[in-house]
C-alpha cells in the first residue's frame, strides 16, 4: 500500500537546485543562439532562477559557476538571492577555460599550473564563505589525447595532492563533491573519467567528500540507477547534475530523452532514502538551453524531475519486495511498471494546489508575460552565455 499523505509530503519537500548558466546563452561548438531577454550579470541570473521557483516552489537553491558568476562583492550578491528568496547552493569551479589548462589543471605537468588550479578551487571555498554555500563542486577537463602524452599514474598522484589541500581548507559545515565525465575535451584519457575513480578519490579525501553523478556523463547504455544505488549505500552520493542525452554529453532538459531513465534513477534515490533532507544529497539540474527559452526549459526540467519522484515514490514496496522475495520476476517488473505508467501530472497539481501554487508552472510562467518584458527591458549589455 503506498501512503498518499507521505507521497504528497515528499514531493512538497524536494528541492531542486538551478545552474546560474542554465539562464544564459549556450550552444554548441559550432553556434551560440543569442536569445532575447537573457542575463547580463549574475545578478540577473539570480532573478531568472526566482521565476522559476516562484512558479515551481521547487527550486529555492541556485548554484554558481566561477568565473562566470564572477562579481565584486560575493555577500552582496548572496543577499540579493535572498531577496529573492532563494539560496547560494552549490559553487562550481573552472579549471577548463584557461589557455593554461590546454594539457590539464590539477593534473598538469607542470607545477606552476598546478598551483594556479588549486588556488581557483581555494578561492571557490571562499566564495562559500561569502555566500554562505556548504558544497563545492569539482569538476576536471583534464586528461589527455594521445597515448603516451603524459604519465596515467603520475596524474593520479597530482589529482590526489590537489584535492587533499582544497579538502584541508574546507569548513566543519562544507562538503566537496567530485563529478565525473568519461570523455571530453580529453579523448584518450580522462582524469576522473567514472565514479569509480570519483568514488576512490573520495574515499580517501573523508567523509565530507562526496561523488557527483552528472546522467549525461557515462558511456551510452550504462546503468546509472545501479551506480546511483550503490553510492547511496555506502553514503557518498552527494549530488545529481541532471540532464538528458541521446548521444555523448548532449545537456538537455532532464527526463526528455528517456523519461524512464530518470525513474529508474529516482526509483533507487526512494528506495536509498536518498529524498532524506539529512543524507544531503542535491538535486541540482545542469543542462543548456541552445534553442528553447530558457526559464521554461528549466521549470519544464524541475517538472519532469517532480515527475520522475512521483512515480517512484508511488512504487508499491510492499508488493515488489514480496514479488522479489518469491522470485516472481513478472510481478516484481509489474510493480515498477504500474508506478512507471501512472500520470502523476494530477497529484502533482494538487500538492502544488495545496502549496498555494499553480498547477501548471509551465503554463503559468507563460502566461505570466515574463517573457515579454524582460525581453523589453535587458538591452545592451553584454549577455551571459557559456564562457562569460
Ligand atoms: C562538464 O561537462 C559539466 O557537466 C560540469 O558540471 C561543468 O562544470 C558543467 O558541465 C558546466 O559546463
Ligand atoms: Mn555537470
Redesign the pocket.
Known amino acids: 500500500m503506498v501512503e498518499i499523505a507521505a507521497v504528497k509530503a515528499a514531493l512538497s519537500s524536494q528541492v531542486i537546485e538551478t ?1 546560474s ?1 542554465g539562464y544564459g546563452n549556450s550552444g554548441t561548438r559550432f553556434k551560440v543562439f543569442a536569445q532575447p531577454g537573457v542575463p547580463r550579470d549574475p545578478y540577473e541570473k539570480i532573478q531568472d532562477a526566482a521565476q522559476v521557483h516562484a512558479h515551481t516552489g521547487a527550486a529555492p537553491v541556485v548554484s554558481l ?1 566561477i568565473p562566470w558568476d564572477r562579481v565584486e562583492d560575493y555577500g552582496a550578491l548572496a543577499a540579493h538571492a535572498g531577496d529573492h528568496g532563494l539560496r547560494i547552493g552549490m559553487i ?3 579549471v ?1 577555460q584557461d589557455d593554461d589548462y590546454k594539457l590539464g589543471s590539477v593534473t598538469h605537468p607542470d607545477p606552476r599550473v598546478r598551483r594556479k588550479a588549486t588556488d581557483h578551487l581555494l578561492e571557490c571555498v571562499d566564495i562559500m564563505d561569502a555566500t554562505g554555500s556548504d558544497a563545492l ?1 569539482l ?1 576536471f ?1 583534464d586528461g589527455t589525447n594521445y597515448p603516451g602524452q603524459d604519465d596515467l599514474t603520475a596524474r593520479q598522484d597530482r589529482l590526489a595532492e590537489a584535492l587533499g589541500e582544497v579538502y584541508a581548507r574546507l569548513g566543519e559545515r562544507q562538503r566537496l563533491v567530485l ?1 565525473y ?1 568519461l570523455f ?1 575535451p580529453a579523448f584518450y584519457s580522462t582524469d576522473v573519467p567514472d565514479w569509480g575513480t570519483s568514488y576512490a578519490h573520495c574515499l580517501t579525501l573523508g567523509e565530507r567528500a562526496k561523488v ?1 553523478v ?1 546522467t ?2 557515462h558511456a551510452p547504455g550504462t546503468n546509472i540507477e545501479f551506480i546511483v544505488a550503490f553510492l547511496l549505500r555506502q553514503d557518498k552520493l552527494g549530488a545529481f ?1 541532471f ?1 538528458s542525452r541521446f548521444y555523448a ?1 548532449d ?1 538537455l532538459m532532464a527526463g526528455a530523452a528517456d523519461p524512464f531513465q530518470l525513474f529508474r534513477i529516482m526509483y533507487e534515490v526512494v528506495r536509498g532514502g536518498g529524498l532524506d533532507p539529512a543524507r544531503d544529497v542535491r538535486f541540482m539540474l ?1 543542462q ?1 538551453h541552445n534553442i528553447e527559452a530558457k526559464i521554461p526549459a528549466v521549470i519544464r526540467s524541475v517538472m519532469n524531475v517532480q515527475e520522475a519522484t512521483a512515480k517512484a515514490l508511488l512504487v508499491d514496496r510492499d508488493a515488489l519486495g514480496r514479488a522479489q522475495r518469491e522470485g516472481d520476476v513478472l510481478a516484481a517488473n509489474a510493480a515498477l511498471m504500474d508506478a512507471y505508467n501512472t500520470d502523476v501530472r494530477p497529484l502533482l497539481a494538487e500538492v502544488r494546489q495545496e502549496n498555494g501554487l499553480a498547477a501548471d508552472p509551465f503554463r503559468a510562467y507563460l502566461d505570466s508575460g515574463h517573457q515579454d518584458e524582460i525581453a523589453a527591458t535587458r538591452v545592451g549589455g553584454q549577455q551571459a552565455g ?1 564562457g562569460a
Do not use: L
Open positions: 545552474p548558466w559557476h562550481n569551479a573552472n577548463f563542486k569538476w577537463s563529478e565525465k571530453e557527483c552528472d549525461g556523463h547534475d540532464n554529453d545537456d545542469d543548456c557559456w
